[in-house]
C-alpha cells in the first residue's frame, strides 16, 4: 500500500506535517498500538497548538479514555485546540477548556455540560465557533472544519488497526473518513486489542484509515440514553399518546418515522398493541422507523407492529435482543448490532414520513428551544429531522395528506409533530410568549437565537388538551389562534375564546379528544403493554438486559 | 468472525434466505470469486422473482459488467424486480425491462435513457415507484426499500472481498451498507482480482461487507461528466461569469460553494485567476468547494484560489493531477483520490454557502425543471442542494447576508443561484409561461409535477440581462416581476416595463451589468485563464490527462 509518485512538496504539507508527528513517535508505538500508559506523552507528540481536534462524544458512545488524558496534557505544549465534539457529554470535554488546553469549540449537543458551557462562555474561557446538528457538523468536517486529529472509541482492533466499534457504530465512520483521507491522525481507543485479525467479530473500519489504536484502562463510557422506565408514564402521557395515534398517526396513513426520546413517545410506544391493535392499525401505521433501539418498542415488536428499525447507536443492555431479531434491526454477518448515525439522520430527514418531538419551551407561534436561561444545550439531531426538507421528491400517503390546494407546483409535507404538555413540572409553562434563546443568543453575542425547530417547521402541535394542525393555518394569526386553542391555562392559552376554540373546531383546524372519540377516562396505565422494566424483560423473551439503574428487582 | 447464539428462525427469515441462496452456488464459486463467465447462471440461482435489486448506475461509474449480464438472465426463472438505479445510464438498464425481467424502477437520475424510460411508462412496460434525489434514494434504502441484493462496482478487490473502489468512491457505500448489514447479497465487478491482499492499494469497503467478487471482461464504463472544453465557452457565458462573480460572490462572501455541470459555471472558475484577481478577492471568495474534480477548476487551483475540494466521484483524466494535490483533494493513504457521494451531498446541503445550477426550463415564479416533454430525467442531486436546509443552524458570512430584518428569530439563508441564458440555443426560450414538467407529470400519472427547484427556494436568478435578487421579494407579485426584469425578450420578459425595471434597479431587486461596473465589451474569452483542453493540460503540468475525445492534438 505505498504511494508511486509522491506529489511535489509544495502540495502536500499536510501529509508531510503528518509523516513528521507520526515518525515523532516512532520510539513508543508498536506498529499502531499506543502503550495506555503513554498516551498523555503521545498526545504531547502528535498535536501542535491551533489543531483542529474531533472528538467522538456522542449521544451514548464516548471515547472518553482518550479524553481523560488529553485533558492531562501539558497546556504549555499543547493549547489552542480547536474543539469538534458532536456531543458535549464528560467533564473532561471542559476541563481542556478550563486548563487552557484547548480553546473554541464546535457542538451539536451538551446535555449534562450545557450549564458549564454557559459560564464558560461568560467567563472567557471558551470560544464557540458554532452550534450544529449532528449531521450538519459532520458535513462541515469534509469542507472548512477538516480536522488535523480525530479520536473515536470502538470495541475491539487488531494490529492492523481494523476496528470493530460494536453496536454503536453511531458518529464513528463519519469522523473518522474526514481525516483518514485528508492527511489527518486518526486514533481509536478499544476495550480490547486481538492480535489474530479473525478474532474481530467483523470490521467495522478498515485499519488502512486508522493510524493508531490504544487499548482503553476501562471500556469506554455508554450512556443508557433512550431507555424510559414504563413505572414513570403517567395517564396524561396514555392521553397524548392515544391524541398522536388517532389524530395523526392514523388520520394521516404514517407508515415510516422517528421517535425521540421521552415518555409522551415511550407511551405510544406501549399502546401501538393495545390501543392501536383495537383500531385495527396494525399493519396501516408505524411499520418502518428510524430510531435507536427503544426498550419500550419491544413489545409492539414483538406483536408484530415492526417491520424495520434502522439506528443512530445502539442502546446499553438492547444488544442480546437486536441481535436476536435481525429481521428487524440492522445487524452485521457476526450478528450483532450495526448502526450509522450519518445514515439514520439521512433516513430521519429524506426517508420517513413523520418526525414526532418535544421541547422545554414553545412560543405562541411554534418556535421552538431547549436552550433555557443558563443553559447551552444545543439541538442534536432535531433540527435535522425536524423540518420539511424541500429537496425531499418523493411521495407517499402521509406527505401527499398535507396538501392544501390541487396546485401541482404544490408540495406535499413531512409531519412534524411537536407533543408537549402545557406545563413542566406543573408550575412552568411549556408554552410561553418569548422563547429564553431569544435573550440567551443575545447574551452570548450570537449571531442569530438559538432556536431548535422554528415554528413554520411544525405541521402540528399536541398537547393534553388537544392537537392543532398548523400545516392548514392561513396566515401567522391563525397558526397564533389555533396554538393558543390547545395551550390550556397556560398565558397564551387564556387568550383562546371559547367562540374561537369552537370555531376552530368546526373548521378542522383544531381537534380536542371528544373530536377524536378518545374519552379521558380511558387514558390510563392499564394500556401500556408493559407497565415496568421487568415487563419488558419478559416481553423480549429475558433478552433484554437493563442497566443496574433501572433494576428494581 | 461467527455468530455466537443464533437468533429464533421466525426472526431471521432474511438471514436463512439469505443463507440458501448463497449455499445454492457453492458449486460455482471459489471462495468469494464468482468465475466471471458464469455470472448469468450464479444470477439465476440468487435472485427470486420480485427482489429489490440496487444497481451502481452512478452519474459516472457503472457496474455495467453486471448490468449486462442481469439482462441475459432467463425472464421465466428471474422475473418483476424491482430496480433501484441512482442514475440509468446504461441501455441495458432498461433492456431489464424491455426482457421482462424487471418491473418497477425507482431512481435518481436518467440521462440518455430518458426518452425510452418515458416511452416504456406509456407502453406500460415499466411501472416509477419514484424519482428521488441521491441521497433521498439512498435515505430510503434504510427504511422502506432495502435492497435483497446490490451491486457495485470498484477497481480491485482480494480474495476476501475487500475493495478499492478507486477515485471514484460515489454512490458505493451507501448501497453495500444497506445490504450487507440487512441480510441483502452483495457483489462487486472490479477490473481486477489480486491474490494478495498487499497488492490492494488501501480498502475503501471492507470483505465481511461483500459477498461475492466478479472480475469483469473488461474495466468498467466511466463518463467523463464534468469536463467542458473552454474552447466552448462563449462571451455570453464570461458576462454571466462576470455578473456571478461581482453580484453574487462577492457581494455575500461566498466562501464555500458547489459548482454543477455547465459552461457558465466552467466561466466562472476559468475567470477567478484573471477577472477575479484583478478585483483582490482571492483568499475572500471561493475558498472551500464540493464538487467533482472539475479540469476547468485546475487553473484557479494552481494560482492558490482553492483551499479544499470534497468530491462526489472522480472524473476521468483528473486522478494523476488530484493524486500531486493532496493538500487541496481528499485522497487515501495510499495517494490516489477518495470520494463519497452521500458525504458530499451532505456536504453540498449543509455546508456551504452557496449552490448555483442551471435549468432547462424555469417559470416566471422560479420553479426550475430539466424535465421536459417526452423526457423523465429525474434531478440527480440538485434539489438536495438547490434548497435552503431548514435544519442548518451554523452561521457564516453569506448565510447571515441574506437576513431581512433584525428579527432575532429569522434565519440566514443558503443561496440557490439559478444561471440560465434567457434562450435555450437561439430561439426555445428558457424562461416559460408553464413548465412541461406539469404536462408531464400529468400525463405519466405522477402525484405531483417533477419540479427539479422550487421557486420559493430560489434566491437568486442571474441571466445575461442581470441579477434578479429574489431573496429580498416581498410578495410572489414583487417575485414575478423581478424575474421578468431579468427575462430578456422571451414572453415573460416582454411583461416588463422600463419603468418597472428601473424601480426595482432603485429598490435594489435588481441589477443589470452597469449597476455592477460591468461593460458587456469587458467580456470576452480572453478573460479565460485557459481557452482550450491544451492550456488545461499546460496549467496542470501534464498531470491532467483529457479523455481522447476531448483532445485535438
Same mark, same amino acid.
Given at each position: 500500500? *505505498?504511494?508511486?509518485?509522491?506529489?511535489?512538496?509544495?502540495?502536500?504539507?499536510?501529509?508531510?506535517?503528518?509523516?513528521?508527528? $507520526?515518525?515523532?513517535?516512532?520510539?513508543?508505538?508498536?506498529? $499502531?498500538?499506543?502503550?495506555?500508559?503513554?498516551?498523555?506523552? $503521545?498526545?504531547?507528540?502528535?498535536?501542535?497548538?491551533?489543531?483542529?481536534?474531533?472528538?467522538?462524544?456522542?449521544?451514548?458512545? &464516548?471515547?472518553?479514555?482518550?479524553?481523560?488524558?488529553?485533558?492531562?496534557?501539558?497546556?504549555?505544549?499543547?493549547?489552542?485546540?480547536?474543539?469538534?465534539?458532536?456531543?458535549?457529554?464528560?467533564?473532561?470535554?471542559?476541563?481542556?477548556?478550563?486548563?487552557?488546553?484547548?480553546?473554541?469549540?464546535?457542538?451539536?449537543?451538551?446535555?449534562?455540560?450545557?450549564?458549564?458551557?454557559?459560564?464558560?462562555?461568560?467567563?472567557?474561557?471558551?470560544?464557540?465557533?458554532? %452550534?450544529?446538528?449532528?449531521?450538519?457538523?459532520?458535513?462541515?468536517?469534509?469542507?472548512?472544519?477538516?480536522?488535523?486529529? $480525530?479520536?473515536?472509541?470502538?470495541?475491539? /482492533?487488531?494490529? &492492523?488497526?481494523?476496528?470493530?466499534?460494536?453496536?454503536?457504530?453511531?458518529?464513528?465512520?463519519?469522523?473518522?473518513?474526514?481525516?483518514?483521507?485528508?492527511?489527518?491522525? +486518526? %486514533?481509536?481507543?478499544?476495550?480490547?486489542?486481538?492480535?489474530?485479525?479473525?478474532?474481530?467479530?467483523?470490521?467495522?473500519?478498515?485499519?488502512?484509515?486508522?493510524?493508531?489504536?490504544?487499548?482503553?484502562?476501562?471500556?469506554?463510557?455508554?450512556?443508557?440514553?433512550?431507555?424510559?422506565?414504563?413505572?414513570?408514564?403517567?395517564?396524561?402521557?396514555?392521553?397524548?399518546?392515544?391524541?398522536?395515534?388517532?389524530?395523526?398517526?392514523?388520520?394521516?396513513?404514517? &407508515?415510516?418515522?422517528?421517535?425521540?426520546?421521552?415518555?409522551?413517545?415511550?407511551?405510544?410506544?406501549?399502546?401501538?398493541?393495545?390501543?392501536?391493535?383495537?383500531?385495527?392499525?396494525?399493519?396501516?401505521?408505524?411499520?418502518?422507523?428510524?430510531?435507536?433501539?427503544?426498550?419500550?418498542?419491544?413489545?409492539?415488536?414483538?406483536?408484530?407492529?415492526?417491520?424495520?428499525?434502522?439506528?443512530?447507536?445502539? *442502546?446499553?443492555?438492547?444488544?442480546?435482543?437486536?441481535?436476536?431479531?435481525?429481521?428487524?434491526?440492522?445487524?452485521?454477518?457476526?450478528?450483532?448490532?450495526?448502526?450509522?448515525?450519518?445514515?439514520?439522520?439521512?433516513?430521519?430527514?429524506?426517508?420517513?414520513?413523520?418526525?414526532?418531538?418535544?421541547?422545554?419551551?414553545?412560543?405562541?407561534?411554534?418556535?421552538?428551544?431547549?436552550?433555557?436561561?443558563?443553559?447551552?444545550?444545543?439541538?442534536?439531531?432535531?433540527?435535522?429531522?425536524?423540518?420539511?426538507?424541500?429537496?425531499?421528491?418523493?411521495?407517499?400517503?402521509?406527505?401527499?395528506?398535507?396538501?392544501?390546494?390541487?396546485?401541482?407546483?404544490?408540495?406535499?409535507?413531512?409531519?412534524?409533530?411537536?407533543?408537549?404538555?402545557?406545563?413542566?413540572?406543573?408550575?412552568?409553562?411549556?408554552?410561553?410568549?418569548?422563547?429564553?434563546?431569544?435573550?440567551?443568543?443575545?447574551?452570548?453575542?450570537?449571531?442569530?437565537?438559538?432556536?431548535? %425547530?422554528?415554528?413554520?417547521? +411544525?405541521?402540528?402541535?399536541?398537547?393534553? *388538551?388537544? %392537537?392543532?394542525?398548523?400545516?392548514?393555518?392561513?396566515?401567522?394569526?391563525?397558526?397564533?389562534?389555533?396554538?393558543?386553542? +390547545?395551550?390550556?391555562?397556560?398565558?397564551?392559552?387564556?387568550?383562546?375564546?371559547? /367562540?374561537?376554540?369552537?370555531?376552530?373546531?368546526?373548521?378542522?383546524?383544531?381537534?380536542?379528544?371528544?373530536?377524536?372519540?378518545?374519552?379521558?377516562?380511558?387514558?390510563?396505565?392499564?394500556?401500556?403493554?408493559?407497565?415496568?422494566?421487568?415487563?419488558?424483560?419478559?416481553?423480549?423473551?429475558?433478552?433484554?438486559?437493563?442497566?443496574?439503574?433501572?433494576?428494581?428487582?
Amino acid at each position: 500500500m *505505498e504511494m508511486q509518485n509522491p506529489p511535489p512538496a509544495r502540495w502536500a504539507t499536510r501529509r508531510a506535517e503528518k509523516a513528521r508527528r $507520526v515518525a515523532s513517535v516512532a520510539g513508543i508505538v508498536d506498529g $499502531v498500538v499506543i502503550p495506555t500508559a503513554r498516551m498523555v506523552e $503521545v498526545f504531547e507528540k502528535l498535536l501542535v497548538p491551533g489543531d483542529k481536534v474531533a472528538l467522538e462524544g456522542n449521544n451514548q458512545k &464516548q471515547a472518553d479514555f482518550l479524553s481523560r488524558e488529553l485533558a492531562k496534557v501539558d497546556p504549555a505544549r499543547v493549547n489552542h485546540l480547536h474543539m469538534i465534539i458532536p456531543a458535549v457529554s464528560r467533564a473532561e470535554h471542559l476541563d481542556l477548556f478550563e486548563r487552557g488546553i484547548a480553546r473554541k469549540l464546535d457542538f451539536a449537543y451538551a446535555g449534562a455540560q450545557s450549564l458549564r458551557i454557559s459560564q464558560f462562555l461568560a467567563d472567557g474561557n471558551l470560544e464557540i465557533g458554532a %452550534i450544529h446538528t449532528y449531521i450538519e457538523l459532520y458535513a462541515r468536517l469534509y469542507v472548512d472544519l477538516c480536522p488535523n486529529m $480525530v479520536l473515536v472509541a470502538g470495541y475491539k /482492533a487488531d494490529r &492492523q488497526g481494523n476496528l470493530y466499534t460494536g453496536p454503536s457504530t453511531e458518529d464513528t465512520p463519519a469522523l473518522v473518513e474526514a481525516a483518514a483521507f485528508r492527511d489527518g491522525l +486518526v %486514533i481509536a481507543q478499544v476495550n480490547e486489542i486481538v492480535d489474530d485479525p479473525k478474532d474481530l467479530p467483523r470490521v467495522d473500519i478498515p485499519g488502512s484509515w486508522i493510524d493508531f489504536v490504544v487499548q482503553s484502562d476501562k471500556p469506554f463510557f455508554i450512556e443508557p440514553l433512550f431507555t424510559r422506565d414504563p413505572r414513570l408514564i403517567k395517564p396524561i402521557h396514555v392521553l397524548m399518546a392515544m391524541l398522536a395515534i388517532r389524530g395523526v398517526y392514523e388520520k394521516h396513513q404514517v &407508515q415510516s418515522l422517528n421517535h425521540g426520546i421521552g415518555f409522551n413517545t415511550a407511551a405510544i410506544e406501549l399502546i401501538l398493541p393495545t390501543y392501536g391493535e383495537k383500531l385495527g392499525l396494525k399493519g396501516k401505521i408505524c411499520r418502518h422507523w428510524t430510531l435507536n433501539p427503544h426498550p419500550t418498542l419491544i413489545p409492539a415488536i414483538e406483536s408484530g407492529w415492526v417491520e424495520s428499525v434502522h439506528s443512530f447507536g445502539g *442502546e446499553l443492555g438492547m444488544e442480546r435482543y437486536v441481535a436476536a431479531r435481525p429481521d428487524v434491526f440492522f445487524t452485521g454477518r457476526d450478528g450483532s448490532m450495526r448502526s450509522n448515525r450519518a445514515m439514520c439522520q439521512l433516513a430521519g430527514q429524506y426517508a420517513v414520513d413523520m418526525f414526532i418531538g418535544s421541547t422545554l419551551q414553545m412560543d405562541g407561534l411554534g418556535n421552538s428551544s431547549t436552550v433555557t436561561h443558563g443553559r447551552l444545550t444545543g439541538f442534536g439531531g432535531a433540527p435535522n429531522m425536524g423540518h420539511d426538507p424541500h429537496g425531499r421528491r418523493h411521495a407517499t400517503p402521509a406527505w401527499l395528506d398535507l396538501l392544501q390546494t390541487d396546485d401541482p407546483l404544490e408540495r406535499g409535507r413531512k409531519l412534524v409533530v411537536q407533543m408537549v404538555e402545557t406545563f413542566q413540572s406543573g408550575t412552568q409553562p411549556t408554552i410561553v410568549e418569548s422563547l429564553d434563546a431569544v435573550e440567551v443568543g443575545k447574551v452570548a453575542g450570537m449571531p442569530l437565537a438559538p432556536v431548535m %425547530i422554528y415554528g413554520d417547521d +411544525v405541521t402540528h402541535v399536541l398537547t393534553e *388538551e388537544g %392537537i392543532a394542525y398548523l400545516y392548514k393555518a392561513r396566515s401567522l394569526e391563525e397558526r397564533k389562534k389555533m396554538i393558543a386553542a +390547545v395551550a390550556g391555562v397556560t398565558p397564551i392559552g387564556l387568550r383562546s375564546t371559547p /367562540a374561537e376554540r369552537a370555531q376552530l373546531r368546526h373548521d378542522g383546524l383544531v381537534a380536542l379528544p371528544e373530536d377524536l372519540g378518545i374519552h379521558p377516562t380511558e387514558a390510563s396505565r392499564s394500556l401500556l403493554a408493559a407497565k415496568s422494566m421487568a415487563d419488558l424483560v419478559a416481553w423480549s423473551g429475558d433478552l433484554y438486559e437493563p442497566p443496574a439503574r433501572f433494576r428494581s428487582w
